[in-house]
Structures are given as C-alpha cells and as structure tokens.
C-alpha cells in the first residue's frame, strides 16, 4: 500500500506531506489521534485534510481531505521549490550576481520547474538571503575591520601571514 510522503518544507523545521496527487499539505494542528492539515501551496487556499498521528498508520488513504482546494494540483511544486531552496543557499554563501545564480541553477532543472520561477519573482527573496547571511551592518569602523577579517569571501585580499601584517611597513617590499 502507499504511504503518505513526508519532505522537508520550506520553513525551519517544517514537513510536507503529500500523496502524489499534486496537492501538498503542512501540519496545522495536532489532536491526541489525528494531524490536521492545511494547503501548503496557497495560504488562501481552504484546502485541509488529516491523517492519523501514527507514522505507521499513514497510508495514502488514510489522508483524508476535509475541504476542497481552491487550485488545480501543482505537480512541479517539491521541485520548484527545491530549485527555490537551492538558489537561496547560493546566495547566502557566495558573492555570485543573482542573475547568474538564477541562470545556473534553473539550467539544472526540467524547464517547466524553471519557468514557475522567473527573476522577478526571486529577487527580493535573493536579496534577503545575502544580507541575513552577511549579518548586521556594524557600527564603528572597529566592527567594520573585525567583520571584514572574519569574512571567509575576503580570504584573496589578505596576505599570506594574517591581516595584521597588511599594515606592517617591514612587510612591505622595499625599492
């Protein structure tokens, strides 16, 4: 018999699950038996279901849908959002344009999973995820130096001793 499918969500710590028919759900709510479900592609979407608590217990017919979508399922939505996924982690950890980030990564995917996800509709998202892993502007230049040595990206741009060397005249070569 076929089980109800769990992958990792979008958000911190969260699961979907789903049955393969195109429609994906995120836990709402927990009663002592059953897991309540709500539409994961659409926050407007009245789409809910349940299942019982019990992994074992969790057979596809065991989902059961207590109220209807509102959208036609969404086959490509686990590897759109994978490609989402993926994107963003390149732009928390590399110094990549996000034009390019996005280019080289849709290439990687069915084009129909790239379509879904133009430009447009990352960049906000992109921005968000550099500047949160980059950490908060500091304040003095005191904090600027100490944050640029910790930058692992600046490691091309100091010497091969340490950054303090960098503003050593002996160091310097002589003419």
């Not at 659409?42 to 057979?59: D, F």
């Not at 596809?60 to 399922?73: G, M, Y």
């Not at 990206?153 to 960098?166: G, I, K, L, M």
């Amino acid at each position: 018999m076929a089980m109800v499918s769990e992958v990792l969500g979008l958000k911190f710590k969260a699961t979907v699950y789903h049955i393969g028919d195109g429609y994906f759900y995120y836990k709402n709510s927990t009663d002592r038996n059953k897991f309540y479900l709500r539409c994961a592609v659409s926050k407007l979407c009245p789409g809910r279901g349940n299942m019982p608590r019990q992994p074992e217990a969790r057979l596809a017919s065991s989902l059961v849908t207590s109220r209807p979508h509102n959208h036609p399922p969404q086959p490509n939505w686990l590897d759109v959002n994978t490609l989402r996924t993926s994107i963003l982690r390149r732009c928390e950890t590399t110094s990549t344009p996000y034009r390019q980030i996005q280019r080289e990564e849709s290439e990687r995917v069915d084009i129909d999973v790239a379509a879904e996800l133009p430009y447009h509709a990352l960049s906000k998202a992109m921005q968000r995820a550099r500047r949160a892993a980059n950490g908060p502007v500091p304040s003095t230049l005191q904090e600027y130096g100490e944050a640029l040595a910790q930058n692992p990206r600046n490691e091309r741009t100091r010497t091969p001793t340490d950054v303090e060397s960098c503003y050593d005249l002996s160091y310097a070569p002589s003419y």
